[in-house]
């Protein structure tokens, strides 16, 4: 699971249903039509079995939860050189990076 900054500088807020894509990657479904957009978590964030997740600023989480989280939209060409997004989670599109403060 790919991890972002402690503070990354974005704010933008994200809503929508804990996802995992074809891939086992952690993700979000949002809008109408739905969207589904890998996210890059915040630091300390872990998977506990095969649906729980333990992120920093939130209670339980599972997916299929409804979020709402902080960050914003990069595209994977303008991205940090310490983050690699797993080959499972590769993504043509924008990630939603995800603040620790949520």
């Known amino acids: 699971m ?5 503070y990354n500088g974005m704010e933008a807020l994200l809503e929508g249903e804990l996802a995992t894509t074809s891939g086992g990657c952690l993700a979000l479904r949002w809008g109408e039509p739905a969207t589904v957009t890998v996210i890059v978590t915040a630091p300390g964030t872990r998977l506990e079995g095969d649906s729980a ?3 920093p600023g939130h209670e ?12 914003g939209f990069r595209n994977p060409d303008d ?3 310490n983050i690699a ?15 620790s403060g949520g």
């Open 85 to 99: 997004l797993p080959a499972e989670c590769d993504s043509e599109t924008e990630v939603f990076f995800v603040n």
């Open 53 to 55: 997740v333990v992120m």
């Open 60 to 71: 339980s989480l599972t997916v299929g939860d409804t979020v709402a989280l902080g960050g």
């Open 2 to 6: 790919p991890v972002a900054a402690e």
């Open 79 to 81: 991205w940090p050189e």
